[in-house]
Nanobody, 125 residues
Framework: QVQLVESGGGLVQAGDSLRLSCAAS????????MGWFRQAPGKEREFVAV????????YYAASVKGRFTISRDNAKNTVYLQMDSLKHEDTAVYCC??????????????????WGQGTQVTVSP
């Protein structure tokens, strides 16, 4: 059973930074891509960033590119999302997700079979 537990959310002002963490357990963490998604009130869950199994490749949604950085520490079974220059429109519940199959490297939420419970990020204007 794969478990993902996020932490690091909170209430910040526009322009501030936050770092989210996602601790994984239950299978070989280093074999799978990890993603971050977010869901704002009244909106569908959307892709934020993905990092491949080794940490050497990543890509981002256009709305966060240049402001957010995804990284991973396979020794600690943890993936991170560094969020800088936060905007009010970044307010959402942020969830980490683990790809269902090794080799998947995707921005499609259907490719992720394991999800954390989410952490709230609120950015005041």
């Amino acid at each position: 059973q794969v478990q993902l537990v996020e932490s690091g959310g909170g209430l910040v002002q526009a322009g501030d930074s936050l770092r989210l963490s996602c601790a994984a357990s239950g299978r070989t963490f280093s074999s799978y891509a990890m993603g971050w998604f977010r869901q704002a009130p009244g909106k569908e869950r959307e892709f934020v960033a993905v990092i491949n199994w080794s940490g050497r490749s990543a890509y981002y949604a256009a709305s966060v590119k240049g402001r957010f950085t995804i990284s991973r520490d396979n020794a600690k079974n943890t993936v991170y999302l560094q969020m800088d220059s936060l905007k009010h429109e970044d307010t959402a519940v942020y969830c980490c997700a683990a790809a269902s199959r090794a080799g998947t490297y995707s921005d499609n939420r259907a490719d992720y079979g394991y999800w954390g419970q989410g952490t709230q990020v609120t950015v005041s204007p």
